[in-house]
């Protein structure tokens, strides 16, 4: 995790860049471990370092939203439980994305899939009921 200096309602983070980035850009920063603030700052390039200069702007309100925030991710309200969770259909898509990244026969990710029961938002869809169609 980078360093980040808090300085009241603002912040400075040094950071590594590449040497043929721009000497000043704007960026964000979204802190992925609790109180899960996010900023907007200004980085300043200094060869292949850089410090980024910003103000906190908001706060996610749980790890899970501070996750997806940070890497950019599409975030629907549906996603999220009331409690501020990942909603339990999200865990099973992620879920099912690392058995898939993790294996490499596909007999062995549909066993380990249905072992864990992680197709259970398919279940109602008729694609997976009619196999005359395939």
Same mark, same amino acid.
């Given at each position: 995790?980078?360093?980040?200096?808090?300085?009241?309602? +603002?912040?400075?983070?040094?950071?590594?860049?590449?040497?043929?980035?721009?000497?000043?850009?704007? #960026?964000?920063?979204?802190?992925?471990?609790?109180?899960?603030?996010?900023?907007?700052? @200004?980085?300043?390039?200094?060869?292949?370092?850089?410090?980024? +200069? #910003?103000?906190?702007?908001g706060q996610a309100e749980?790890?899970?939203?501070?996750?997806?925030?940070?890497?950019?991710?599409? @975030?629907?309200?549906?996603?999220f439980d009331d409690d501020g969770g990942l909603n339990e259909r999200f865990e099973r898509h992620l879920a099912r994305r690392n058995v898939a990244r993790s294996v490499s026969l596909i007999e062995d990710e549909w066993k380990i899939v249905s072992a864990l029961d992680l197709l259970a938002d398919y279940a109602d869809e008729d694609a997976y009921d009619d196999e005359e169609d395939v």
């Open positions: 995790m980078a360093m980040i200096y808090p300085l009241g309602p +603002f912040y400075a983070q040094p950071m590594r860049m590449r040497p043929r980035a721009p000497l000043v850009q704007l #960026g964000s920063t979204q802190e992925t471990a609790y109180p899960y603030r996010s900023g907007r700052c @200004v980085v300043i390039r200094l060869g292949r370092r850089a410090l980024a +200069f #910003g103000m906190w702007t749980s790890e899970d939203l501070a996750m997806a925030l940070a890497v950019n991710a599409r @975030v629907d309200d549906d996603m």
